[in-house]
């Protein structure tokens, strides 16, 4: 899920006793440049379009409706960089080593 607003995720670790932030960056141009790309059809298309336009009901986190950064994740995937496998393999790992079997 996501949490435009730490006190959404604040709320969350509160209520939650297994919580993890995970932060996933990526820059707002290679997020659009992903979206122009794809050709899934299982994801709405033209998400950053109709949130400019303000055309997008609820809108859009970061673009059209304020986005707070986390101060403190757990962890931090740098999705630009990493690749998708890398990503996955970075949040796996933290998770075994926080809560091992």
Do not use: H, M
């Amino acid at each position: 899920a996501t949490g435009n607003r730490r006190r959404f995720r604040d709320l969350a670790r509160e209520l939650i006793p297994e919580f993890a932030e995970v932060y996933v960056s990526c820059p707002l141009e290679v997020c659009q440049e992903r979206e122009a790309s794809r050709r899934s059809r299982e994801v709405q298309a033209d998400l950053y379009r109709r949130a400019k336009q303000g055309r997008l009901e609820g809108g859009l986190p970061g673009v059209s409706t304020p986005y707070e950064e986390p101060e403190a994740p757990e962890v931090q995937v740098e999705s630009y960089i990493l690749t998708p496998r890398e990503s996955a393999r970075k949040i796996v790992e933290y998770v075994k080593s926080r809560w091992p079997r």
